[in-house]
């Protein structure tokens, strides 16, 4: 495998790498409002409107607010109201659009598969953490309830659709629904949904929690091609007071904090406190919160760099593995360390399987493999495989790795009754970690990576 390469491709994760400043518009118009104490004081909302602004949504329960301002010198004006910790510009967090995707459009199905859901034989990730097994012993994640924070989702997909809460799911993107609206087919929300709690249907693919509820919440857009740290924080309250058990963060950015003013880090640093306010909120109403590291080879030790949502409290962070020609031989090493994925002591808590690329295949694309009936160039088959918008499609990313996690929480969690704190979650989830890197904790597989069937044996 070839490292250090410049070119991304197919790496489906809303993650992108900024340096300070992070907005590159000059004159951001939307704002960040945090009260002292996680309170916003009497009068806010009338002085924002003495100064022209508009209020866009309060966060109460926080002590947050988002506001629009024309001019940033408006802002500076109500963050001397007292009361005010700050006003600070929302930032941006982006999707990496991916320069291929491999779709599932023109093959047929496997005549003879593991389950009767008829792509699950391309799921090496459910092996890998060994889903079935915990399937066997009737672990499905039932009663329980995840919520996946992402771009738009195939509201229809039929493997999706089983398990939805459709009066919950909403989205936070101001005038677009929860839907997926590109003409293009791959959707990278639907993706991480499937491999949470896609249906056990006799069709398509397998979620690793195939019984969970799924309330889609669209904090990204996909037709502006970004989210707003805002939405996050607003969606992350409303998730958990419609008492969802675990939420699902398949996003985030990497900020560089070389070279910024002090300016520019009192402004990063009081974001990170206002997302931090909106996690460990989720905390205390019994959210496990469960998101992706990022995919830019970034050591996160570095006391430069933060990553967020990923280093807010009480997040668990997810680094990436896959196998490398997997379609060659169904019997190699499904862990090897995805070339992309960020690391750290600090950042990696668990690993999961996230999708690989062997690049000395990837530049053969003529080779060609047949896995289950299905052929396709053959580095395609280390991918994760899971649901798209009308169909089903390969990706790799820690977007891919942290719904594997998601997946094993809520059946952590319905083996526990339907209710388990989220410390006890992640207890488990160390406990029955598979060790693989150096003796405890290290940078790459942080505690390990997951296995479902030795959490079934182990709790029972």
């Known amino acids: 495998m070839k490292r250090g390469l410049t070119i991304i491709f197919l790496l489906a994760i809303l993650a992108s790498v900024f340096s300070v400043p992070v907005s590159a518009d000059p004159d951001p118009e939307t704002f960040i409002v945090i009260g002292e104490n996680d309170r916003l004081p009497r009068g806010w909302e009338a002085r924002v409107k003495a100064l022209g602004g508009r209020v866009l949504r309060t966060m109460p329960e926080i002590g947050v607010a988002v506001v629009e301002f024309s001019s940033r010198s408006q802002a500076e004006s109500l963050s001397a109201l007292n009361g005010l910790q700050s006003v600070v510009p929302d930032l941006k967090f982006e999707r990496i659009d991916p320069v291929q995707q491999v779709a599932l459009s023109d093959y047929g199905n496997p005549p003879s598969s593991g389950a009767d859901d008829f792509f699950f034989d391309l799921q090496w990730g459910h092996d890998a953490i060994n889903a079935p097994e915990a399937w066997a012993r009737g672990a ?35 005038g677009e629904s929860v839907d997926y609206t590109l003409p293009d087919v791959f959707s990278h929300g639907s993706h991480v949904a499937g491999t949470i709690a896609a249906a056990d ?13 799924l309330v889609l919440v669209k904090v990204l857009s996909e037709q502006l091609g970004y989210g707003e740290f805002g939405w996050l924080i607003d969606a992350l309250i409303y998730a958990a007071d419609q008492d969802v058990d675990v939420i699902n963060m398949s996003l985030g950015a990497t900020i560089d904090l070389t070279g910024a003013t002090p300016e520019e880090l009192a402004e990063i640093w009081d974001l990170y406190g206002a ?21 830019e080879e970034v050591n996160a030790d570095d006391p430069n760099i933060l990553v967020l949502p990923s280093d807010a409290p ?147």
Not at 201 to 213: K, L, R
Request: net charge negative.
């Open 201 to 213: 249907n006799a069709f398509g693919t397998i979620g690793v929690a195939p019984e969970a509820e």
């Open 140 to 174: 499905t994640g039932s009663g329980v309830r995840v919520a996946v924070l992402d771009e738009g989702f195939d509201m229809d997909h039929p493997d999706l659709a089983p398990n939805i809460n459709y009066a919950l799911s909403t989205s936070f993107v101001p």
């Open 275 to 295: 997302i931090s306010r909106a996690t460990m909120y989720a905390h205390r109403h019994g959210v496990t919160l469960i998101t992706s590291a990022g995919n």
């Open 314 to 460: 009480w997040v668990i962070d997810v680094s990436a593995l896959g196998p490398l020609g997997w379609g060659l031989d169904q019997s190699t090493n499904l862990d090897e360390v995805a070339f992309f994925t960020n690391y750290g002591m600090s950042l990696i808590d668990y690993s999961a399987p996230g999708g690989n690329v062997d690049f000395d295949l990837y530049f053969n694309p003529s080779l060609q493999c047949t896995v289950a009936g299905v052929t396709s160039s053959c580095w395609a088959f280390d991918l994760v495989f899971s649901t798209g918008a009308g169909g089903w499609y390969w990706a790799a990313g820690t977007s891919q790795a942290a719904p594997h996690v998601s997946g094993l929480a809520a059946i952590i969690i319905s083996e526990a009754g339907g209710s388990m704190a989220p410390n006890r979650v992640a207890f488990w989830l160390g406990l029955t970690a598979d060790d693989l890197g150096p003796r405890g904790k290290d940078a790459f597989y942080g505690w390990g990576r997951i296995n479902a069937e030795k959490f079934m044996k182990w709790y029972r």
